[in-house]
């Protein structure tokens, strides 16, 4: 994993996914955070019509989640390609999650979904454009590779 140095900036459509994905996991921090603290008031149990022990078990699951973004957030911004690429297959996912959704839900979650896949499809070709794969080829690539 080849760290890119300070002649190698980052261009701004990784900066942006990169921010993209620090809000999901400072969101996903705190909703987990959240269910585990309210876990056992008895109108967030009923709102929810979860068990207490679901919840909590939702909140940890999302703590843990937010710690992976944050983790893979970090990566991507510092030029990690195993990162863009993991990243890639998630936002693949989300990307067909989206289109599954907008076409399968009802009305009231189709701009839900129409955002997902939006957004998803939108980050992959940020990750994928040819100056995004410049700066997340290592810099042992000859040069004749990266142009």
Not at 92 to 97: R, T
Not at 116 to 144: C, D, G, I, R
């Amino acid at each position: 994993m080849a760290t890119p140095t300070y002649e190698h900036h980052r261009p701004w459509r990784v900066t942006v996914v990169v921010v993209l994905l620090w809000v999901q996991a400072i969101a996903e921090l705190i909703l987990g955070l959240t269910l585990v603290v309210e876990h056992g008031t008895r109108s967030f149990r009923n709102q929810l019509n979860w068990s207490s022990s679901t919840i909590t078990t939702y909140g940890i699951l999302l703590i843990v989640l937010g710690a992976i973004t944050a983790y893979f957030a970090y990566s991507l911004g510092h030029g990690s390609n195993a990162a863009r690429v993991v990243v890639s297959v998630l936002l693949g996912l989300a990307a067909i999650a989206g289109l599954v959704g907008f076409f399968e839900w009802d009305n009231s979650a189709k701009g839900n979904s129409l955002l997902q896949f939006v957004l998803s499809v939108v980050a992959l070709f940020f990750l994928w454009h040819k100056e995004s794969t410049e700066y997340f080829m290592p810099e042992t690539v000859p040069l004749s590779r990266r142009q």
